[in-house]
């Protein structure tokens, strides 16, 4: 049995190679995919954004009897003689975005024909509940709505309505 001293010129050999370029790999993907399922259950929702409270303006922005889309917080603010309500713009029958139609005071669902008022409630078509609504609050004049919160109703009541 002979003993070679270590060699500086050694070379690798092809399977010990492949062994490590395959291992290596195997660590790298399991790095990115750990740190995909991080940022998987991170919020998303940047300040004043859906997912969290938005400011949106002013009480005396919003007259009485005005439906106003709130881009960014993907909601509609409407000013009924009750007071404040703002409702997520998605249908309660599939999801649908609903835009508001001004000619004719209500939304129309362009999915299947959903019809509401200005309190969300449901004027035709197969929606089976009003639109949902986000809780509001009003802090030195502002109008602040918090769109983590979805508030799931049967039917439209005053109360839902947050005074001016």
């Known amino acids: ?13 092809r399977r ?3 062994l490590s370029a ?8 399991s790095g990115q995919s750990f740190s995909a399922l991080l940022r998987f259950f991170q919020p998303m929702a940047e300040p004043g954004s859906f997912g969290g409270k938005v400011n949106i303006g002013n009480v005396s ?3 009485l009897g005005s439906v106003t889309h709130v ?11 009750e007071g404040i309500l703002a409702m997520w713009h998605r249908c ?4 649908c975005t609903v835009p508001w139609s001004d000619g004719e005071d209500q939304f129309h669902c362009p999915c299947h024909g959903g019809l509401y008022n200005t309190k969300g ?5 197969p929606p089976p509940r009003p639109l949902d609504l986000f809780p509001v609050e009003i802090a030195d004049g502002d109008i ?13 009541d005053p109360a839902q309505a947050t005074p001016v």
């Open 144 to 156: 602040i709505v918090d769109t983590s919160h979805v508030i799931e109703r049967s039917q439209y």
């Open 1 to 13: 049995m002979s003993f070679e001293p270590p060699s500086e010129n050694r070379k690798i050999s």
């Open 22 to 29: 395959w291992a290596a790999s195997i660590v790298v993907l």
């Open 16 to 18: 010990r190679f492949l």
């Open 71 to 81: 881009q960014k917080g993907r909601f509609y603010v409407s000013h009924v003689d």
């Open 61 to 63: 922005e919003f007259p």
């Open 121 to 125: 409630e449901v004027l035709g078509g």
């Open 92 to 95: 309660t029958h599939l999801g």
